[in-house]
């Protein structure tokens, strides 16, 4: 079959997703072409499975989607040679932080546009991603190229993407961030550094293993903490040293660069 799909862009999260349907079958790599100037570990490996890779749209014609996965400020320039390669109807689904659908879909005559914000945890076939569309063509798209990599999450109104992309994902960074702080905090207790990090991943693959089963975090929390215990005096440190204040000072943070690169 002649390749149709076409993802722009093979960066960290471009990549994530080629390795996605790589790993879930759910994208034939025929129908794969891969556009980026440079050779990526990824895009090698789905051209060994039978994509195309390519830098340049000359010659190619018949893409019915497009998967734009380009540095928000570089995407009008890095879209526009590869246009004349779509089909009337294409639908444009766009992974990219901040970028408005309506510029998008001015930008390419008006054809379906989807938005998604996917973690990269899509490599896997265990990412979440917030999804806006602009009509069921585009959805239809994206919950084809995208629902066997991530839990897809509707959004009623685009201007919520902002706070999705903060809760979201950009979130992986955040817990990662606690938990490298808090195995730092277990080397200054007296462990070693190796085993401080262990442990502290470890602690991490546990909590996400609850957090696959469903149970609300208040349950998955009182699953642990049992009153009196080590974990409620840690969990109540946390919130007297301000958690629920930094986390809406981060997300602040996030979602005011997200409508910034808009």
């Not at 790599?29 to 090698?44: C, F, G, V």
């Amino acid at each position: 079959m002649a390749a149709d799909v076409l993802l722009l862009g093979c960066g960290r999260l471009g990549s994530a997703i080629l390795e996605g349907w790589l790993l879930t079958g759910s994208l034939a790599p025929d129908r794969m072409l891969i556009a980026t100037p440079s050779s990526k570990p990824a895009a090698e490996a789905a051209r060994a499975c039978g994509a195309r890779v390519t830098a340049s749209p000359d010659g190619i014609a018949g893409m019915s989607a497009v998967v734009l996965a380009v540095k928000p400020g570089l995407w009008r320039q890095a879209l526009a040679p590869w246009l004349p390669a779509l089909v009337p109807d294409a639908v444009v689904l766009s992974v990219m932080a901040g970028v408005a659908g309506a510029d998008i879909a001015a930008a390419v005559a008006a054809r379906p546009v989807a938005r998604l914000m996917p973690t990269t945890a899509v490599a896997q076939g265990q990412g979440v991603a917030a999804l806006w569309s602009d009509g069921p063509a585009a959805e239809a798209a994206a919950r084809t190229l995208f629902g066997a990599l991530a839990d897809l999450v509707p959004l009623a109104d685009e201007t919520l993407f902002h706070a999705a992309t903060a809760v979201s994902g950009c979130a992986p960074a955040f817990i990662h961030a606690l938990v490298e702080a808090l195995a730092e905090a277990g080397t200054a207790e007296g462990l070693e550094p190796d085993a401080a990090e262990r442990l502290a991943r470890g602690a991490l693959r546990s909590a996400a293993a609850g957090a696959a089963t469903g149970a609300s975090l208040a349950e998955l929390i009182d699953r642990v903490a049992s009153p009196g215990g080590a974990t409620r005096a840690g969990l109540d440190a946390l919130r007297h040293g301000g958690l629920d204040l930094l986390a809406t000072a981060t997300v602040a943070a996030a979602m005011r660069r997200s409508r910034e690169l808009g």
